[in-house]
């Protein structure tokens, strides 16, 4: 038998051996002409990555400080992150081929640690994302169509949800309150009625994420070759799925009969998302499970970054209210008294528009953005070289609070787009949905968010309607509630209540 001190002598030989490897090597020399937040040394350098997970952004703030317009790196606890700034240099990024900088590859990355996708959903979702497209195409396309559908549940949701009686006022809890009329809102377009308003569904949507969140950190903490058996029998998202599915059979079972029957011929068939979905589905897409999935992963994706951005505004609005209620209902009253509501009219907003682009300007969800996996040799036009393997983003946090770009960039300041628009006669590259290397919380160029003209539809809507008919303020009045951040990526408080009263005229 081995002697203990032997093997434990051994192991730590060979760990050192790959830790060298790595540091040596000539990637890794390539990475030490960037300069580093942290330490870079081959083993201190995973004190970076561990302040990393509690302090990102402070970490990238540093670097844009130190090294504006340049490229700078952080330490990961599984590879280097090289985080660039400056419109020049975003523009780089945004213009480099997709073999060289893989959007996608680094999306495979993120889903991998923060959701774990292929084991808790299964590869297809992984492996076809087919239901982009359709965002992108056909959702966009529809918006001015489906906007009274939109208008309609957001309306009758926040009235049945936010119901004050009399002039008293009421405290709710503002993200869980979010979330159920961002859930109502989107479903009506995905699914329509009466299904948008089913408690059930809703519930099981909304709490999707929470079980993939769960069940991802769970499965993480084992090996890789145990991972598909264990989504299946530790997880929750099964039973989310059967759950989610009971109510969506019936349904799409309907309509496949409907669309064997009368194929094109069918005029008036639904114009949603699963309707789209049904269509376009491929192979071993067609089964109603695979078609349930999918609708959980498009809620997904819409009810938890609209309902968190969406707080993170009513926050700025509620810290202030006196400042902006009034200038915003006097715009919204103009208008519709002019054109109704409409998606054209809701595009003469101005000052909601820019409200909503600021509390994204100013705290959005994500300290970087346009995150890319390097796959091979990148040379910036400054002489940087990146080589692959790395991950590469860009500096959102940085670039929306820099002085030069916004002045008092620190500062919350929801008419700053509509001054802008007025003062230099834009029309459209300050609105909300308009991406520049200089406003980046969506992206920007052919990557950009593909459901950002849909979620801001709904948004506009929701603030109008608020605005419109409702006081608002905080619990500390004037003292917003302090972000969450989990590495990158920032959370509205999710305890915290906003008050509620019906509008004092």
Request: aromatic residues 10%; contains cysteine.
């Amino acid at each position: 038998m081995l002697d203990a001190s032997f093997v434990y002598g051994a192991t730590g030989v060979a760990l050192l051996s790959f830790l060298l490897f790595n540091f040596f090597n000539k990637d890794r020399r390539a990475l030490d002409a960037i300069p580093t937040i942290g330490p870079s040394g081959p083993l201190v350098s995973y004190i970076g990555a561990f302040r990393y997970l509690y302090d990102a952004p402070g970490m990238i703030q540093e670097g844009y400080d130190k090294f504006k317009g340049r490229a700078f790196k952080i330490a990961k606890m599984d590879t280097w992150l090289v985080v660039v700034s400056g419109s020049k240099l975003i523009d780089e990024v945004r213009r480099a081929p997709d073999d060289v900088l893989s959007f996608a590859e680094a999306i495979n990355d993120i889903k991998d640690q923060t959701v774990s996708i292929e084991y808790t959903l299964g590869p297809n979702v992984h492996t076809n994302e087919y239901h982009i497209p359709i965002v992108r195409s056909q959702l966009t396309r529809s918006l001015t169509s489906i906007f009274p559908e939109v208008k309609d549940e957001v309306f009758t949701a926040l009235n049945e949800i936010i119901a004050p009686k009399g002039d008293e006022w009421l405290a709710l809890p503002a993200l869980d309150t979010v979330m159920q009329v961002v859930c109502r809102a989107s479903n009506r377009v995905f699914v329509g009625l009466p299904l948008c308003r089913n408690k059930d569904y809703c519930k099981a949507n909304v709490n999707f994420a929470i079980d993939v969140m769960a069940s991802a950190f769970f499965l993480n903490m084992f090996p890789r070759i145990m991972r598909p058996a264990l989504g299946n029998m530790l997880t929750l998202v099964p039973r989310t799925v059967r759950r989610i599915e009971k109510h969506l059979r019936p349904i799409i079972e309907d309509r496949l009969r409907t669309m064997e029957e009368y194929g094109d011929e069918w005029t008036d068939r639904p114009n949603d998302m699963l309707q789209w979905l049904l269509e376009d589905a491929e192979g071993d897409e067609r089964t109603v499970t695979n078609w349930t999935i999918r609708m959980m992963v498009v809620n997904f994706a819409a009810i938890h970054t609209s309902s968190m951005s969406f707080t993170l505004a009513l926050f700025h609005l509620a810290a202030n209210p006196e400042h902006y209620l009034g200038p915003m209902r006097e715009e919204i009253e103009r208008v519709v008294e002019e054109e109704g509501w409409s998606k054209a009219s809701m595009q003469k907003m101005r000052k909601l528009d820019s409200f909503l682009r600021e509390s994204q300007r100013l705290t959005g969800l994500d300290a970087l953005a346009m995150t890319r996996r390097v796959m091979k040799p990148f040379t910036l036009s400054d002489g940087t070289k990146i080589p692959p393997g790395v991950h590469l983003a860009c500096d959102a946090q940085g670039t929306h609070m820099d002085d030069e770009n916004y002045p008092s960039g620190a500062v919350f300041d929801g008419f700053r787009f509509a001054n802008m628009r007025d003062g230099d006669g834009e029309s459209t590259k300050h609105q909300f949905v308009s991406t520049t290397t200089d406003y980046i919380p969506f992206g920007h160029g052919r990557h950009a968010c593909p459901g950002r003209f849909f979620a801001a539809a709904e948004l506009k809507a929701m603030m109008a309607h608020l605005v419109m008919n409702y006081d608002v303020k905080l619990e500390a009045e004037g003292v917003r509630p302090k972000d969450l951040w989990l590495s990158t990526s920032r959370s509205p408080n999710r305890t915290a209540k906003v008050l509620f009263r019906k509008r004092q005229l």
